[in-house]
């Protein structure tokens, strides 16, 4: 065993192997830190009455639990539960407190350490597109979500230096059945890619799974993994006023081994939620809260981060909308109340349109300037998402990417310099009022790295496109991506942790994986 721990240990130590063709000029591998001044919509006056009308529905009308172990944990903690119901009363001061023990930030540290991701205060990290039933490209079309989609995409997330974090399945691959879909699932992120990874919380059995194969692909003795953050969960409170049996199951055992969660109400203004968006916006702090608060009472200091995912609905139709401008002061208005709370903060890049088009930009646009405003921390879906979630497309995911990356160069210091060399006093002294800048000494030291060149955009003029092949943004979206796909070598990983990685997948597969009723 002791030898074994040792070619482990040297495996870690492994750097993870780089490409080695430049498919595009990507930016390098960083974490966006927002510079900027956030808008903040509430006055004190306006913080103080949602904080106080979420506590009201705490005190008054109550949360359901639907988890037994929960149930008993709040009794114990002094909550009034009514265990029929499943309703749970809170006193307010009894959540602040506890919601005051999560850190305002923290780091996760995945199985390249290199990989790391700080979140909270001004950090901003990326989630590519995670959960969709669905896949598209403009080859195949629009189709069910299968497992090498999955792939795929999963190669695309380790690729570009811009997504920070794996998110859950990039698309749901429904070839796989779902008692041993998690096992194949989390082999594939924890082998194509070296990033922060997530996992699902969806039954005791399947968080055990993926924690187990978290340590194992870590290289990591059980103690030195749990003595971090490693990996992560998100769960979704079943609005309204719901936290349902699984996802609460799942996010305990990530608090009890000290494992970030990330709880996202689900408040639809006009559907989930109230139709006025301070009304959903209280909703969502009163969910996000209470399950906070658990959490924080089963392990305190539990790194926590409180999700916003608060948009409205077309009135109309029914259907989620995203991007809209209820949606950004929505996002601006729980990024205040989670900086009130001390609590990092999650988002979203969402839109709605159902082709990577114009719609798609700049509904996804105004979800990334919602984001960036609100002093965001985690942006999930930051690539790929379409059809309100639906779908996971490859064109949009290339797409979003260039996005993310003029994100990053937007927040580099570099731009707002204001040195000696940056006012370029002599420069222009030199140039005078007759001449041009291009050729001058000033431009020539600087031009190679002055400013953000695109991957996607195409700055030719028509004439020079037209001769081209006239492509629009999607079809040079197309090429990319494949190209990507075709050159992409995964991250090294040490052969006896990638062996015991397989062994133990296989040995859950012949014990039948995780029972279902079908």
């Given at each position: 065993m002791e030898a074994k721990l040792a070619r482990r240990s040297g495996g870690r130590s492994r750097k993870s192997v780089r490409q080695t063709k430049k498919t595009i000029d990507q930016l390098d591998w960083s974490i966006p830190y927002n510079t900027d001044n956030f808008i903040e919509p509430l006055d004190a006056?306006?913080?103080?009455?949602?904080?106080?009308?979420?506590?009201?529905?705490?005190e008054e009308i109550g949360i359901q639990f639907l988890n037994e172990e929960a149930k008993s944990i709040l009794a114990e903690a002094g909550c009034k539960v009514d265990q029929n119901s499943s309703n749970v009363i809170m006193d307010r001061h009894w959540v602040k407190e506890m919601v005051s023990k999560a850190p305002t930030e923290f780091e996760i540290v995945p199985r390249n350490p290199e990989k790391s991701v700080k979140i909270g205060g001004r950090n901003m990290a990326f989630v590519n597109v995670s959960s969709p039933p669905n896949v598209m490209d403009l080859d195949r079309g629009r189709r069910v979500g299968n497992f090498e989609s999955f792939k795929d995409l999963m190669k695309l997330t380790q690729y570009f230096n811009c997504i920070h974090l794996?998110?859950?399945?990039?698309?749901?691959?429904?070839?796989?059945?779902?008692?041993?879909?998690?096992?194949?699932?989390?082999?594939?992120?924890?082998?194509?890619?070296?990033?922060?990874?997530?996992?699902?919380?969806?039954?005791?059995?399947?968080?055990?799974?993926?924690?187990?194969?978290?340590?194992?692909?870590?290289?990591?003795?059980?103690?030195?993994?749990?003595?971090?953050?490693?990996?992560?969960?998100?769960?979704?409170?079943?609005s309204p006023l719901k936290h349902d049996?699984?996802?609460?199951?799942?996010?305990?055992?990530?608090?009890?081994?000290?494992?970030?969660?990330?709880?996202?109400?689900?408040?639809?203004?006009?559907?989930?939620?109230?139709?006025?968006?301070?009304?959903?916006?209280?909703?969502s702090v009163a969910e996000g809260l209470a399950a906070i608060a658990l959490l924080q009472y089963?392990?305190?200091?539990t790194p926590c981060v409180f999700g916003t995912f608060t948009s409205n609905v077309?009135?109309?139709?029914?259907?989620?909308?995203?991007?809209?401008?209820?949606?950004?002061?929505?996002?601006?208005?729980?990024?205040?109340?989670?900086?009130?709370?001390?609590?990092?903060?999650?988002?979203?890049?969402?839109?709605?349109?159902?082709?990577?088009?114009?719609?798609?930009?700049?509904?996804?646009l105004n979800s990334m300037w919602a984001a960036s405003t609100s002093g965001i921390n985690v942006v999930y879906h930051s690539a790929g998402w379409l059809e309100g979630g639906l779908i996971a497309s490859y064109e949009k995911f290339i797409m979003d990417c260039e996005v993310l990356q003029q994100f990053q160069k937007y927040f580099d210091p570099k731009i707002s310099d204001v040195g000696i060399g940056s006012l370029a006093v002599e420069a222009i002294r030199d140039v005078g009022p007759n001449g041009h800048f291009f050729g001058c000494d000033h431009t020539q030291e600087r031009y190679t790295d002055a400013f953000y060149s695109p991957f996607m955009s195409d700055w030719r003029n028509y004439e020079a496109w037209e001769q081209d092949g006239s492509e629009w943004t999607h079809q040079r979206a197309n090429k990319i991506w494949k190209k990507i796909l075709k050159e992409f070598k995964p991250p090294e990983m040490d052969l006896i942790v990638k062996e015991e990685l397989s062994s133990f997948v296989a040995k859950r597969k012949s014990e039948g994986g995780v029972k279902t009723d079908f």
């Open positions: 006056d306006g913080i103080d009455a949602i904080d106080n009308a979420a506590m009201q529905v705490i794996a998110g859950g399945y990039p698309v749901e691959p429904v070839d796989i059945h779902a008692s041993i879909r998690h096992l194949d699932c989390l082999y594939e992120k924890l082998t194509l890619t070296d990033k922060v990874c997530h996992a699902y919380s969806l039954g005791s059995q399947r968080v055990e799974d993926a924690i187990e194969m978290a340590k194992i692909a870590s290289g990591l003795p059980e103690e030195e993994f749990f003595s971090k953050p490693r990996f992560y969960t998100n769960i979704n409170s079943s049996q699984p996802m609460l199951d799942g996010a305990m055992r990530f608090a009890r081994r000290g494992q970030p969660v990330i709880v996202t109400p689900f408040t639809l203004a006009g559907a989930m939620a109230p139709v006025t968006m301070a009304g959903a916006v209280v909703q089963i392990n305190p200091g077309d009135m109309k139709s029914g259907a989620p909308a995203f991007g809209t401008p209820e949606y950004i002061r929505a996002t601006q208005m729980s990024g205040q109340m989670a900086r009130y709370y001390g609590l990092p903060i999650r988002a979203s890049n969402a839109c709605a349109a159902n082709a990577p088009d114009g719609q798609a930009m700049w509904e996804s």
